[in-house]
């Protein structure tokens, strides 16, 4: 039911690491051919690392764990592509429709084919003003029932940090400050929330994640993994950048699904394109990361 890619197979038959990696930020998260070129960057850099890549993405109905290059390439440009969260898996598989994989359905098609770490930049959230919209992202229920963790830079600025944070903890969800006693938000280090744990090194993270196997919690972890100093924008201009974007968002009454793509790309714009490169280099960061807790987890 699912298409694990050869190498990807051969790794997890062997007990060689595997990070998995999602497909919407590649076809609703970044524009053509950034998207492409930074899908296959952080492959890249997982394979220095030492771990197997393993990009999922749904294709003609078929989920396919490990993408080849051109399939990366066809997600960066088609643009039928349907952003997929747990809730549209039926309609998508039926139908043998192009899905890009969130968060959520990325978790759960990593944990099918026994992948135990996922990176990505950042995960969907409780959104501003959700006690009236309702908006949290199925994201949160993921991390809260699939055994996944999951590399990030911290929770996105567009969100609602403390809401997000109590959710997490109501669901049980350990959030990890890597190297940080505070909650990353994205764009810059430090959202000054404080944490209930930091981590300094992958094999700690490691050591939390078999610890949470061998208890039988359900669930997953988020490791906050602040985005570099000197690649960080200034939390004015992105503040700035940010109030603009949720103002035309509710001008424009964007809401749902289509919500988080439009802010992002909104903010692109508003920033003249210096969000997207701290995006990228915040991805590539967390590629590092999580390739070496999947290392230290397989050694474990
Ligand atoms: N954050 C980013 N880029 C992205 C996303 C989040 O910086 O592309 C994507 C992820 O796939 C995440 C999804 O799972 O947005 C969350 O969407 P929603 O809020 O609609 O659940
Ligand atoms: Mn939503």
């Not at 399939?71 to 898996?89: A, M, Y």
């Not at 109501?170 to 209930?196: C, E, M, R, W």
């Not at 939390?235 to 035309?248: F, G, R, S, T, V």
């Amino acid at each position: 039911m699912i298409r694990i890619n050869k190498q990807v197979e051969e790794a997890l038959k062997n007990n060689l690491p595997v990070v998995a990696l999602e497909s919407t930020i590649i076809a609703h998260g970044m524009p053509y051919p950034k998207n492409v070129e930074t899908a296959l960057a952080v492959e890249r850099i997982v394979k220095e690392h030492g771990a197997i890549p393993a990009t999922i993405g749904i294709i003609e109905g078929e989920p396919v764990i490990g993408m080849s290059e051109q399939e990366i390439e066809e997600f960066g440009k088609r643009q039928d592509i349907i952003k997929v969260s747990r809730c549209d898996l039926p309609y998508v598989l039926s139908q043998k429709k192009w899905g890009a994989t969130t968060v959520a359905t990325t978790m759960l098609f990593a944990s099918m084919a026994h992948i135990d770490v996922f990176v990505t930049g950042g995960v969907g959230g409780v959104h501003r003003h959700a006690e009236e919209t309702f908006d949290i992202s199925a994201d949160l229920e993921e991390l809260a029932m699939t055994p996944v963790t999951v590399v990030c830079a911290g929770i996105k600025a567009i969100l609602d940090l403390p809401k997000t944070l109590e959710y997490l903890e109501t669901k049980g969800v350990l959030v990890i400050g890597y190297q940080s006693d505070h909650l990353a938000d994205f764009y810059t280090p430090d959202s000054g929330l404080k944490l209930n744990c930091r981590m300094d090194t992958p094999l700690e993270i490691a050591k939390a994640m078999k610890a949470k196997r061998e208890y039988g919690l359900k669930g997953g972890m988020l490791v906050s993994n602040p985005i570099p100093d000197d690649l960080s924008i200034s939390k004015a201009k992105i503040d700035e950048a940010i109030e603009k974007a949720l103002k035309e968002e509710r001008v424009l009454g964007i809401k749902g699904k289509e919500s988080t793509p439009f802010l992002l790309k909104k903010i692109v714009e508003l920033t003249d394109g210096k969000s997207l490169e701290a995006n990228i280099k915040l991805i590539l960061n967390n590629a590092a990361l999580g390739s070496e807790i999947a290392k230290a987890y397989r050694q474990l």
